[in-house]
């Protein structure tokens, strides 16, 4: 048990490790991907604030006016087409790897703008002595900095543009206009986004984490990509460096008068040079490399001799060279040809002495 703790805790060290040197030398695209995040994250609420104006503005009713609602309403509405204006700028510009600053800088100013529109709402009504809607206000403030946080994290200039514009103007009207209730809850705000914003930057380390993971994959599967196709091509290349070398020694063989043979015991397997097969009156392709096939073509007299030859050969690892015929007969009034070929043959052991593989050539005698 103590060793697997161990091992599990060297193991969750190292992976540590790792996450860090991820971070060490971050690639240049890390800061467009995380601007990109902050927009995916953020617009599946993006117009969900619109309902939570609607209800502080019914909860705050009796001393709201209409001017005000128009007026923090449009100030919203300004911050969410300005960052919407930005996102879809950002996704056509063809530099933005090279200018991550100047979008950053633009979204963070978009953040800013719709975090004013809580901060002017809670400037307007956060003077109020009702309890009732003091606790509105603080629930309304906390829900904003925890989805702040959940939306905005991937990019902290942004979060931080709308949280500081968000809640300053809570903190000083309460701290200016307020009494001991004010205070207290304005402490309890303040260590509650304290947490919400350390929690912020465990996200967005965790997120920069993950994105430059997703791209030293991405390096890692064009890497093996590469070395894939290095590969097929060298074996390509050693393909045709064989099939050049095998001409040449087809060629050779042809011109010596001899063909070559190997026999694999382990799994049966006969293979014959190409000269082979001519010296056997038969094409490369009209007949596979086998014993009955040799047999075939031999004289009929001479076969049993080719037989012992082999059977020899594979039991002992010794055998002579033996000289058959081979041509063809046509009949009693037809004339027969024959040519003589010598076959010899050596083997080959393993460590323990085991014969597993014959070799050798047939020589046209002629």
Not at 82 to 98: G, H, I, K, S
Not at 114 to 132: Q, R
Not at 225 to 235: F, L, M, P, Q
Request: aromatic share 12%; hydrophobic share 45%; net charge negative.
């Amino acid at each position: 048990m103590s060793d697997s703790k161990t091992s599990s805790s060297a193991l969750v060290a190292r992976l540590v490790e790792e996450d860090d040197s991820l971070l060490e030398n971050p690639s240049p695209l890390l800061a467009p991907l995380l601007i990109e995040r902050l927009y995916q994250y953020s617009w599946p609420t993006r117009y969900l604030p619109y309902l939570v104006l609607g209800a502080g503005f019914l909860a705050f009713r009796n001393q709201i006016t209409w001017v005000e609602v128009v007026s923090v309403s449009l100030l919203y509405t300004l911050g969410t087409w300005w960052l919407d204006r930005q996102r879809f700028a950002f996704a056509e510009d063809d530099n933005a790897q090279q200018r991550s600053a100047y979008w950053a800088e633009r979204f963070s100013i978009g953040s800013a703008i719709t975090g004013a529109t809580w901060g002017l709402f809670f400037w307007l009504y956060a003077d109020t002595k009702d309890y009732a809607q003091q606790t509105v206000l603080c629930l309304m403030w906390s829900g904003l900095a925890f989805s702040n946080m959940n939306t905005r994290a991937p990019h902290l200039p942004a979060y931080y543009a709308f949280f500081a514009t968000m809640s300053l103007p809570l903190f000083l009207r309460a701290l200016i206009d307020g009494g001991m209730a004010q205070y207290t809850m304005a402490g309890l705000g303040f260590a509650l986004g304290l947490a919400f914003c350390l929690r912020a930057h465990g996200a967005n380390r965790n997120e920069r984490v993950g994105i430059a993971l997703r791209l030293r994959n991405a390096e890692l599967v064009a890497e093996i990509d590469t070395a894939r196709a290095e590969a097929s091509a060298a074996h390509i290349a050693a393909e045709q460096a064989l099939a050049a070398r095998g001409g040449s020694y087809n060629a050779a063989e042809r011109l010596a008068g001899f063909g070559s043979w190997e026999w694999h015991l382990e799994d049966d397997h006969f293979t014959w040079s190409d000269n082979m097969f001519r010296l056997l009156d038969l094409a490369p392709t009209a007949a596979p490399a086998a014993i009955p096939v040799l047999l075939d073509c031999a004289h009929p007299k001479d076969r049993d001799m080719v037989r012992t030859f082999f059977d020899d050969l594979r039991q002992t690892g010794r055998a002579a060279p033996v000289e058959f015929r081979v041509g063809n007969e046509q009949g009693e009034h037809g004339p027969s040809s024959w040519r003589p070929l010598r076959l010899a043959g050596i083997a080959r052991r393993d460590s323990t002495g085991r014969v597993v593989a014959l070799s050798g050539a047939l020589r046209d005698q002629r």
